[in-house]
């Protein structure tokens, strides 16, 4: 096991200060993630620095105009709780829910969880075996490989890795805000920037910086909110990452949908949003299922699946189409 030191932090600014400084320390939070990367030997911090004690970040809080505020230590059974995040965002609490175990939600925290890195094998193998993500330039075992989990959007040839967070689903559905200290002040970052596409640099996962801390996810009130649900099909019903996974929120005028948001989990290196069927889903019946399909459809001209995932291409319209259908029942 890799050995590391471990120091406590109690101030905001001193932990951004000791992280902007210091090349070889990593943060850590509930450690459901971290450990299991050190394990691995897929990251090796030197020093951890425990944020669990910095004040304020826990709460969750109602705002006044409709939205929610989390913090980003609030674990993910809290969340998945709370009566007022059921009912204004019942899909944050869906996704957290069929996420992980019920003793890793209550380790877990949410500012964590959207850090997770990607479960690829090979990613993760402890043999070292090429992985651009892992050793930036040793290659991408997956490309050619066992990738029936891997990406079919947006991938490039560096790597088709996807990002296997279920609340970053729900929070980029619903465009929520991260929240970020760094060492030059607060920022809100949009949650559909925060993660980024492999492009040339998979060993980036997102927009953060060395001193970046999250402090908070905010969730704007929307209309969609309340009329919203998380549909994750996986191999196995007990806890599992997704093969495919769907935030869906819409409004409705008597059946007819004002808006729609369609978020996907499990086909790319971030949450895919459906931006061309949610424009084509506007005005359509929701019990027109011929309409809602073509509308879907609509999104998919543009999958580029790989040897061994054609599969999600099919399953994920009809995720999407199932999850529309439950949100919508909730208008
Ligand atoms: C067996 C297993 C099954 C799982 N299944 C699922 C699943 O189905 N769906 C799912 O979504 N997740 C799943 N997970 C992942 C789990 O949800 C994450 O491990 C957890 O959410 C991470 O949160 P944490 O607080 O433990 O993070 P940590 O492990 O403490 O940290 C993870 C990373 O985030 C960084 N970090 C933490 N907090 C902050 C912060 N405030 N600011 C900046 N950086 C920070 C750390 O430095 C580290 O790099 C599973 C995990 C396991 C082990
Ligand atoms: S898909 Fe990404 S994480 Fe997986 S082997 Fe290729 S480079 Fe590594």
Redo the contacts with the bound molecule.
């Keep these: 096991m890799h050995s590391f030191a471990l120091a406590r932090a109690d101030d905001q600014a001193k932990a951004v200060a000791a992280h902007a400084h210091d090349p070889h320390l ?11 990367l050190i394990k691995d030997r897929a990251t090796l911090p030197e020093r951890l620095l425990d ?1 669990n004690h910095l004040p304020d970040m826990a709460r969750i809080e109602p705002l006044p105009d409709g939205g929610l505020r989390i913090g ?2 609030a674990h ?1 059974s809290d969340v998945a709780a709370d009566m007022e995040v059921r009912r204004r965002f019942p899909v944050i609490a869906e996704a957290l829910l069929f ?3 019920g003793q ?1 939600r209550n ?3 949410v ?3 959207i ?2 890195r990607t479960r690829c094998a090979y990613f993760r193998d402890e043999d070292d075996l090429p992985c651009n993500k892992r050793r930036p330039g040793s290659g991408c075992s997956a490309l050619h490989g066992l990738n029936r989990n891997h990406a079919i959007f947006g991938w490039s040839d560096a790597c088709v890795a996807t990002n ?4 970053a689903v729900a929070l980029a559905a619903l465009d929520a805000v991260v929240i970020v200290r760094g060492p030059t002040g607060q920022r809100s970052i949009r949650f559909t920037d925060f993660h980024r596409l492999p492009g040339s640099t998979p060993e980036r996962d997102n927009v953060l910086e060395r001193g ?3 402090v908070a996810i905010e969730a704007p009130a929307r209309p969609e909110g309340g009329a919203s649900h998380y549909l994750k099909v996986r191999d196995r019903q007990s ?3 997704a093969l495919v996974s769907l935030a869906a929120a819409v409004a409705t005028d008597d059946r007819r949908i004002r808006s729609a948001r369609l978020a996907l989990g499990g086909v790319a290196h971030k949450p895919w949003r459906l931006t061309a069927a949610e424009s084509a889903l506007r005005g359509a019946s929701l019990d027109d299922s011929d309409a809602l399909k073509s509308a879907i459809a609509e999104s998919f001209a543009d999958a580029r699946p790989l040897a061994h995932n054609a599969f999600k291409v099919e399953l994920a319209q009809r995720v999407a189409l199932r999850a529309l259908q439950t949100a919508g029942a909730r208008a």
């Design positions: 990593a943060f850590i939070a509930g450690g459901t993630d971290l450990i299991g944020i980003a230590l993910m996420a992980a175990s890793l380790m877990a925290t500012g964590g969880n850090m997770q296997p967070s279920d609340l970046d801390l999250i806890y599992e990452f």
